[in-house]
T-cell receptor
Framework: ELKVEQNPLFLSMQEGKNYTIYCNYS?????LYWYRQDPGKSLESLFV?????AVKQEGRLMASLDTKARLSTLHITAAVHDLSATYFC??????????????FGKGTHLIIQP | DAGITQSPRHKVTETGTPVTLRCHQT?????MYWYRQDPGHGLRLIHY???????DKGEVSDGYSVSRSKTEDFLLTLESATSSQTSVYFC??????????FGPGTRLTVL
């Protein structure tokens, strides 16, 4: 059974601090996805990581992928209140590069306090 | 804006009644998906479609059926709704690389 585990599941941090969210998965997939969800809203695609060693950055968020360790990280630099949200990682449900849908982690609920 | 709409956006129904949720896309993508979101579970794939009349089951397909008679529409039917199907349902499309773009969601309550 494919497992996608995020930690922590809940994180409260102060503005200006740095922190990392971890995503471990059990499949051999080379592709990993990060999403953001605001309360009561839909999911927004943040990053698509398509190969081992992939690194992508957008503003204060940086995502990386290590397929050998089956680990992705989402790093937050100098957090600001607007980054408060729930963050999900996801992997291909079936390895092989198809479009068979994603398996999601349970999400990390991030609160950034002034 | 991924050009995805869902209807209805909110629905309250009673146990045992059939319910159909609609997902409509304006961008002619081949792949479409239905997920449900429940507290503590993240999102779970119910069914997906890879073309007109081509569908397959996901992780939590029991109690659900789908149909796709046109490229732009993907319907999810709860044949006989149960309280365990109370959830938020998201439709998604994938234009490339299995990256999912989500609709606004439908909040379904089964009493």
């Amino acid at each position: 059974e494919l497992k996608v585990e995020q930690n922590p599941l809940f994180l409260s941090m102060q503005e200006g601090k740095n922190y990392t969210i971890y995503c471990n998965y059990s499949t051999t997939s080379d592709r990993l996805y990060w999403y953001r969800q605001d309360p009561g809203k839909s999911l927004e695609s943040l990053f698509v990581l398509l190969s081992n060693g992939a690194v992508k950055q957008e503003g204060r968020l940086m995502a990386s992928l290590d397929t050998k360790a089956r680990l992705s990280t989402l790093h937050i630099t100098a957090a600001v209140h607007d980054l408060s949200a729930t963050y999900f990682c996801a992997v291909d449900t079936l390895s092989g590069g198809g479009a068979d849908g994603l398996t999601f982690g349970k999400g990390t609920h991030l609160i950034i306090q002034p | 804006d991924a050009g995805i709409t869902q209807s209805p956006r909110h629905k309250v129904t009673e146990t045992g009644t059939p319910v159909t949720l609609r997902c409509h896309q304006t961008e002619n993508h081949r792949y479409m998906y239905w997920y449900r979101q429940d507290p503590g579970h993240g999102l779970r794939l119910i069914h997906y479609s890879y073309g007109v009349k081509d569908t397959d089951k996901g992780e939590v397909s029991d109690g659900y059926s789908v149909s796709r008679s046109k490229t732009e529409d993907f319907l999810l039917t709860l044949e006989s709704a149960t309280s365990s199907q109370t959830s938020v349902y998201f439709c998604a499309i994938s234009p490339r690389d299995n990256e999912q773009f989500f609709g606004p969601g439908t909040r379904l309550t089964v009493l």
